[in-house]
């Protein structure tokens, strides 16, 4: 395989995993705790690593969030705690829920260290928030926590190489979000209000910039080989199956 066929093939999987620590009821809890709703531990847990930064840099650096309703969760969140303190305590639940979740499960040390080896590959050019996700120190070094913390950092790798393939396409963040599979309930989940402009001729572009994005992306999945992005792929597919619940249960 390419590695531009392993970014597209691993891209829906790490975008998944890559946040579901995010939904669960420690980090909700976390956020209590900081004394900060959802939305303003969502906004500024992810965008902490990158410092004291003005709510407008903010919304430069989200992209696909709609600005009012970033600008709310950060400054609501920065008159209470840093934020950098913020993306400490987010990183922090990512690597327990990987600790909780993936430690013991047998395909978790190699999906470690393939995951592990594309995040230090990555050309971080243009995308500051991954670069600054990067950088942070890990509070955990388990093999379940390594693996959740590398797919924090790759799904803010892909998020990073959208909004530059969107942006080379001539598309705004919302129309693309409204191009997305999600459509107009993704633009109200990213804090958009309507009424929101026609898709229809948008959705050529979109599927421009998700090439462009897995053309960007594949910098860090070069470090792997052929084998190995195949064998990546197939461990994500089972990891993503395993965490899924049972429609029976």
């Not at 199956?241 to 249960?249: E, I, Q, T, V």
Request: proline share 8%; with cysteine; aromatic share 6%.
């Amino acid at each position: 395989m390419t590695p531009e066929q392993v970014a597209a093939g691993s891209k829906p999987a790490v975008l998944e995993l890559g946040e579901l620590f995010s939904r669960s009821p420690e980090t909700l809890q976390r956020a209590r705790e900081l004394g900060l709703s959802g939305w303003a531990f969502y906004v500024t847990g992810r965008a902490g690593a990158l410092g004291d930064i003005h709510a407008d840099t903010v919304v430069a650096a989200l992209g696909f969030l709609a600005p009012e309703a970033v600008a709310d969760g950060w400054d609501t969140a920065v008159r209470v705690v840093r934020p950098l303190t913020v993306a400490t305590a987010n990183l922090t639940e990512c690597c327990r829920w990987g600790t909780a979740h993936l430690d013991g499960l047998p395909g978790t040390p190699r999906l470690t260290a393939l995951l592990e080896r594309v995040v230090a590959a990555a050309d971080a050019t243009g995308m500051p928030l991954f670069a600054a996700w990067r950088a942070m120190p890990l509070p955990e070094h388990t093999d379940g926590a390594r693996a959740a913390a590398a797919l924090l950092l790759l799904r803010e790798y892909f998020a990073g190489a959208y909004l530059l393939a969107v942006r080379a396409a001539g598309m705004t963040p919302l129309e693309a979000v409204l191009a997305g599979p999600a459509g107009e309930d993704g633009a109200a989940a990213c804090g958009w209000s309507p009424p929101y402009p026609a898709v229809g001729p948008l959705v050529r572009r979109r599927l421009w910039a998700e090439a462009v994005t897995d053309r960007l992306a594949s910098t860090g999945f070069r470090a792997l080989r052929p084998a190995e992005g195949r064998e990546l792929i197939e461990l994500l597919s089972d990891l993503r199956s395993g965490l899924r619940p049972d429609p029976a249960g």
